[in-house]
């Protein structure tokens, strides 16, 4: 990337891991370093916030929802959405264990990569994985209660975003989070200096400066929702340098 990047707006320079021909051993790498990253600098965190805030909102001894998933007490269906490695998942599903909440937790990601290392770091029958494009997938009567994202939404078009914001709305049977990157000088030499130094992986070298070019402010995101129709949302900015917007549905949407 030559000379001083442009804040001003979103980049849409496509990063490395969405071509289709990166090995399976870069794919790896770049997982495992990408857990490490949102486990120091508090993404994991923010996703904890996220579904926190939406199982707050359940009543976990009597749910029994319009489209949610039929359960014993204390069990929730947790989907994200370009799940990568499962890592997320992992963390999430462990933190309701300790709150003595049974996940059902399923991953879809369109690179089969990605699931294959998915599949490697969960026991078998852990968690459902599904290699698809997430627009392909369909629920039926089997709403997961809570579908989220992470790192996935700055891969994409506004206009791809607004149709991403009404499936995850459609899908949801209590509510959806997304933990994404705020786009912002400091953040982008903080991560590009970050990667050089410590970082093993060229995807993750390439890719992490570039995602936070590949960034929201504050009013794209609520331009975003607003054309997509989303009402009912929390939108709150979060350290260091993320969005975590929660959406709540009631109970006629």
């Known amino acids: ?14 990063e490395l891991l969405d071509r289709d021909d990166i090995p399976f051993e870069d794919i790896r790498l770049n997982m495992s370093e990408l857990d490490t990253i949102n486990a120091w600098l508090g993404g994991h965190a923010i996703s904890i916030m996220g579904i926190r805030d939406l199982i707050s909102a359940m009543d976990l001894h009597s749910l029994r929802g319009e489209g949610a998933m039929r359960r014993d007490p204390r069990r929730i269906s ?6 990568g490695g499962g890592d997320n998942l992992r ?13 059902n937790a399923i991953g879809i990601d369109n690179n ?11 026991k078998e029958g852990e968690a459902r994985w599904i290699h698809s494009d997430y627009r392909e997938v369909e629920f039926g009567d089997n709403k997961p209660d809570i579908i ?6 700055h891969h994409f078009s506004d206009e791809q975003l607004v149709d991403m914001l009404r499936w995850m709305d459609r899908n949801a049977g209590t509510g959806w989070f997304i933990n994404d990157l705020h786009r912002h000088p400091l953040a982008w030499n903080s991560i590009r200096l970050l990667t050089r130094l410590f970082s093993r ?3 993750v070298k390439n890719d992490a400066p570039l995602s936070v070019l590949r960034g929201f402010s504050r009013r794209e995101w609520e331009s975003i929702l607003q054309t997509a129709d989303i009402g009912g ?9 993320r969005w975590l917007v929660v959406r709540k549905k009631g109970p006629h949407n």
Not at 78 to 83: K, N, P, S
Not at 112 to 122: K, R, S
């Open 1 to 14: 990337m030559a000379g001083k990047p442009d804040f001003s707006h979103r980049s849409f320079e496509k």
């Open 78 to 83: 947790v989907c994200e959405i370009g799940c």
């Open 91 to 103: 963390v999430l599903s462990r933190r309701c264990r300790r709150r003595h909440i049974s996940v």
């Open 112 to 122: 089969a990569h990605c699931i294959t290392v998915a599949q490697q770091q969960w």
């Open 148 to 153: 989220f994202s992470s790192l996935f939404c």
């Open 201 to 203: 992986s060229y995807l």
């Open 233 to 241: 949302y929390t939108l709150q900015w979060k350290w260091a340098f």
